[in-house]
């Protein structure tokens, strides 16, 4: 693993996720535009999760990326602590606003 912090790869490994960090947090700004269109309903509460996934993904390859560039290991780990996180946490909210779109359009009903 010390190979990623040779001097020539590590450069291009924070290069690269920082700009993996710039793309997405240009998507969670399109993500937060879209929910500022449809400001009713869950619909709009779906993109806002999105545009959260999409911030916490960002700051995770920034904070993978400032590892890489500055070779600090705990930022590697707080980079896996946030990713962990919003992945668990973001995915049982995604459920449950896509059953709440659902039963918005009719297409199901509440238990």
Do not use: H
């Amino acid at each position: 693993m010390d190979f990623l912090y040779a001097p020539p790869l590590s450069t291009l490994l924070s290069a690269a996720l920082l700009g993996i960090a710039g793309i997405s947090f240009v998507l969670c700004i399109q993500r937060f535009n879209a929910a500022i269109r449809c400001s009713r309903g869950y619909l709009c509460a779906a993109f806002i999760v999105r545009g959260i996934r999409w911030l916490l993904i960002g700051l995770t390859a920034l904070a993978w990326s400032a590892n890489f560039f500055w070779n600090i290991g705990w930022l590697f780990v707080i980079g896996l602590v946030i990713i962990a996180q919003e992945l668990y946490e973001c995915a049982f909210l995604s459920a449950a606003l896509r059953e709440g779109v659902e039963m918005e359009q009719g297409k199901k009903q509440f238990p």
